[in-house]
């Protein structure tokens, strides 16, 4: 035996059949890797490599990317409140790459040029996985035994029952993905247009009926409290702000769109933190930002979503994307309101040295200090002026 492969382990159903097809169909040598993306608590992490383990892996390398995550992604994503079709906030779309990196240097490292994965012929994932690693490792052999062999879930839980395997073949029913940035789940009722999700299908089940009302606060774009705790990483923040939300049942929504391969998609989703944040974020926003900051970061920052989905993240326009946005936030400083009810919130307010909406210049719909009525009807007549030569010529010419 002298083929050796690494595969993208994450402990479920397909990642499980591909450890145990290419050591007992194919002859490989396999060895191991899980990327933790904060999905996976220490117990999962300890559950998983015994899973490798037992499957007949050689080695298992657990890396934690969490960190790194959010300082090369995830801010970016709050700092542009990105939602792809103002809905999904890119939970397993922005994982991957980072999945994808760690997996493609860690080969390098043990020099391994054959790389499994779990994903199918008909999502994304074969697509972001493949681009990274291609351009990482040029030259390298890429494996997709589910991809390649058309493989349905209840074929490889044949497989896997085949050879004994013990694993909760109930759950494996759903596809599901989690991390710091949320959980995707996938199932049969995600593959038609029609039917929605269980409340069983949700890892996190809804305990809380109590409202509450919850203070974000950021600096520079960026949250740094809850409640008024200061976190001494933000990924420690975002997590508890995910058990908090996921207790009321925020941040469950099913995303409908176009895929890298041409065909619709539809995933469900919980992301209790990702969505609380940047809805905060945004309201913070658009008191503290211009009206022009807001409309350019707008137009980018889906730019920037969009190719990040796709697995674009090594694109380098997306450098110069960040950049923008990240000179966007200087001013976006302040406390944010939300309160929390079963299954839904609403974002109440904020406090901010900077924000625009000041008394001392008018209030809105009822007084004004900074000009005069004369002053807007002059204004007025200018603002105007293009567009009422065109009427009146126009006008004048169908005469």
């Avoid at 109590?210 to 409640?227: C, D, H, S, Y």
């Amino acid at each position: 035996m002298n083929k050796k492969a690494l595969v993208a382990f994450s402990g479920g159903l397909d990642t499980s059949y591909c450890v145990l097809h290419l050591s007992k169909v194919l002859g490989y040598e396999v060895h191991t890797i899980t990327v933790n993306t904060g999905g996976f608590d220490r117990e999962e992490v300890a559950k998983i490599a015994k899973r490798a383990n037992d499957l007949g892996s050689q080695s298992h390398k657990t890396v934690d990317v969490t960190q790194k995550f959010w300082e090369d992604c995830l801010k970016y994503l709050v700092f542009g409140n990105v939602l792809k079709n103002n809905t999904y906030p890119l939970s397993v779309s922005a994982e991957r790459v980072f999945q994808a990196l760690a997996i493609a240097h860690y080969a390098k490292e043990i020099g391994i040029n054959t790389v499994v994965h779990g994903s199918t012929g008909a999502g994304n994932d074969q697509v972001r996985f493949d681009m990274v690693l291609q351009t990482i490792i040029p030259g390298i052999e890429i494996i997709t035994p589910i991809r390649d062999n058309k493989l349905s879930r209840e074929e490889e839980i044949k497989f896997l029952q085949s050879h004994n395997v013990d694993m909760d073949f109930a759950k494996a029913q759903y596809s599901i993905n989690k991390g710091i940035w949320g959980t995707s789940v996938g199932g049969k009722e995600t593959l038609n247009s029609r039917q929605s999700l269980p409340e069983s299908a949700y890892p996190t089940q809804v305990s809380v009926s109590t409202e509450r009302t919850i203070k974000i606060t950021f600096k520079k774009g960026e949250p740094v409290a809850l409640e008024g705790q200061q976190f001494s990483h933000t990924v420690d923040l975002v997590q508890e702000l995910n058990k908090i939300g996921g207790t009321y049942g925020i941040g469950r929504d099913v995303h409908v769109g176009d895929t890298i391969i041409g065909i619709k998609g539809r995933v469900g989703f919980e992301a209790p933190a990702p969505v609380l944040l940047i809805k905060a974020h945004h309201l913070l926003e658009k008191h503290v930002l211009t009206q022009y900051q807001l409309s350019w970061k707008e137009q980018l920052s889906v730019w920037y979503g969009n190719r990040l989905h796709e697995g674009q993240f090594l694109d380098p326009t997306m450098r110069n994307i960040e950049k923008f946005l990240l000179d966007t936030q200087d001013n976006v400083t302040g406390d944010v309101w939300v309160k929390l009810y079963p299954y839904r919130f609403a974002v109440e307010g904020i406090e901010s040295k900077y924000d625009l909406m000041s008394s001392e210049f008018g209030k809105y719909g009822e007084e004004n200090t900074g000009w005069t009525g004369e002053d807007v009807k002059g204004f007025t007549k200018i603002f105007g002026n293009q567009t009422a030569i065109y009427h009146q010529v126009k006008n004048k010419a169908d005469d």
